[in-house]
């Protein structure tokens, strides 16, 4: 069946880095386009990066350009998130999810920002 499995997420201080990643199994990889969604305590689910099935193009939620790079080894069906600068702000619940009308989740990995 369709796995995608997050890791990655943590504890960090504010102006740390992480890298997240999403090992997909179950269906063709480099068939989707990939997003990473974020939802932080009280609030709603929001976009944070997507990237093309070739990983060619990527998009990062304007809030979060300069700091967030989304990326995919097709190869070995994994998507990737570097997180750096990190700030209190971004203390969430991060997923990654394929593109689509009835997309995929996993179940998320938190990541926590605090001194």
């Known amino acids: 069946q369709v796995q995608l499995v997050e890791s990655g997420g943590g504890l960090v201080p504010p102006g740390g880095s992480l890298r997240l990643s999403c090992s997909a199994s179950g269906f063709v990889f480099s068939s989707y386009v990939m997003r990473w969604y974020r939802q932080a305590p009280g609030k709603e689910r929001e976009f944070v990066a997507s990237?093309?099935?070739?990983?060619?193009?990527?998009n990062i939620a304007d809030s979060l350009k300069g700091r967030f790079t989304i990326s995919r080894n097709n190869a070995e069906n994994t998507l990737y998130l570097q997180m750096n600068d990190l700030k209190h702000e971004d203390t969430a619940v991060y997923y990654c999810?394929?593109?689509?009308?009835?997309?995929?989740w996993g179940q998320g990995t938190q990541v926590t920002v605090s001194s």
């Open positions: 990237i093309s099935m070739s990983g060619n193009r990527s």
């Open positions: 999810a394929t593109g689509g009308a009835s997309p995929y």
